[in-house]
C-alpha cells in the first residue's frame, strides 16, 4: 500500500507526516513499498512562472536549474501560443511537451516519446512542425465568428483579432515582437470588455448559447469546450507509458489553471500580482504558496525538492 501524506497547507512548514519517500540523483521519488515515481511538473506561464508585469523568471532560476539538473519534466500549461511559448521555451532551454491556449493544442516534440506510446494515447495525431499535435480546441476562425455576432447582438468587446500589434503590446505590456507572436492564435480569443458598463451575466449566457466557453486568466478568453486540464490527462497518459509509475505537481495563480490543478497529485497556487491567493480556487489538497507569481513557484518547488524529491 502507497503511504500518502497529509498536507497542511503553508508552504513554509508542509507537513508530510505519513510519507515514506527516499529520492535518487535523478529525482525520482520511491514510496514506503519501493514503488518508483517520476516527478512530472506543470506549470502556468504568466502572474506564475512569469511576472505578472515584467514577464521575469529571475526569482524562479533556483528552482529551474534544481529541476533541469534533476531532469524533471517540466510542462508549460499556458494560455500563450504555440509561438509565445516556443520563445519561452527557448530563453529557458526547455524541450518539454507543451500545452497551448488553455488547453486548446498538445504540442510534443516528435523523439519525446515512442510511436507506439503516441498511437496508444493519441489514435490520430498530426504532424507538424517537428510536433505530434493534438488538436483539442476550437479553430481560431469559429471564434471569431462567434465574437462578432456577439458584438452585433450589442455587446461591446474587442478581441485580440481586431488590434493592432502595437494595441495587443500596449494592454499586455509585451514587446512589439512578443505581442506578433500573441496574435498567432488557433483555439482562444482573449477579449476585453469597452465601455462603462458590462453586462456580463447576459454575455456568459450568449457564450454559452453558441457552446462556447469563457475563462479568466490575464483576460477573458473565449473558447471551445476545453480547458487545460484536457491537455494534462493526455500527456498524463504518455509519461505513464514512458515511466510507468508518476508523481504529478501543477503551479497556477489563476481560475484558467483549476482544471489544471484538479489533475495532479500536488496542485499548488501562487499568489497573484495583488499579493493574493484567487479565493475562487479550491481543490482538495490545494498548497498554498507564499510568494507572488515566480517568487512563489521558486519557494514552492524547492521546498518539494526538498520534502520529497
Known amino acids: 500500500m502507497i503511504v500518502i501524506q497529509t498536507i497542511l497547507v503553508d508552504i513554509h512548514n508542509i507537513n508530510y507526516e505519513n510519507r515514506r519517500v527516499n529520492k535518487n540523483a535523478c529525482g525520482i521519488w520511491y514510496y514506503g513499498n519501493g514503488m518508483i515515481s517520476q516527478p512530472i511538473i506543470f506549470t502556468d506561464l504568466d502572474g506564475t512562472l512569469l511576472e505578472h508585469e515584467t514577464y521575469s523568471f529571475s526569482a524562479a532560476v533556483p528552482a529551474l536549474e534544481i529541476l533541469n539538473d534533476k531532469g524533471i519534466p517540466l510542462v508549460f500549461c499556458s494560455s500563450k501560443t504555440k509561438a509565445e511559448i516556443e520563445y519561452w521555451r527557448n530563453k529557458l532551454g526547455n524541450h518539454h511537451p507543451f500545452i497551448s491556449e488553455n488547453g486548446g ?129 493526455v500527456l498524463k497518459l504518455l509519461y505513464r507509458r514512458k515511466y510507468g509509475t508518476i508523481i504529478t505537481i501543477a503551479l497556477g495563480d489563476s481560475p484558467a489553471d483549476l482544471p489544471m490543478l484538479e489533475k495532479v497529485d500536488y496542485p499548488i497556487l501562487v499568489r497573484n500580482y495583488r499579493g493574493e491567493h484567487d479565493p475562487t480556487i479550491a481543490v482538495p489538497n490545494l498548497i498554498r504558496a507564499d510568494g507572488v507569481g515566480p517568487d512563489g513557484w521558486n519557494r514552492a518547488v524547492i521546498e518539494l525538492i526538498r520534502k520529497g524529491f
Open 105 to 233: 493544442g498538445i504540442f510534443i516534440p516528435l523523439s519525446h516519446f515512442t510511436e507506439e506510446d503516441i498511437r496508444a494515447a493519441v489514435p490520430t495525431p498530426k504532424i507538424v512542425d517537428g510536433y505530434h499535435v493534438v488538436v483539442l480546441g476550437t479553430p481560431y476562425g469559429v471564434l471569431r465568428e462567434a465574437l462578432n455576432d456577439l458584438r452585433a447582438r450589442g455587446f461591446d468587446i474587442k478581441g485580440f483579432g481586431d488590434m493592432s500589434t502595437s494595441e495587443v503590446a500596449e494592454i499586455t505590456g509585451l514587446s512589439r515582437e512578443e505581442a506578433e507572436l500573441a496574435t498567432r492564435r488557433e483555439f482562444d480569443e482573449p477579449l476585453v470588455f469597452q465601455g462603462d458598463t458590462v453586462d456580463f451575466s447576459g454575455f456568459l449566457a450568449a457564450v454559452r448559447e453558441k457552446g462556447l466557453r469563457l475563462t479568466q486568466g490575464r483576460f477573458y478568453h473565449l473558447m471551445g469546450d476545453h480547458n487545460k486540464g484536457g491537455g494534462v490527462d
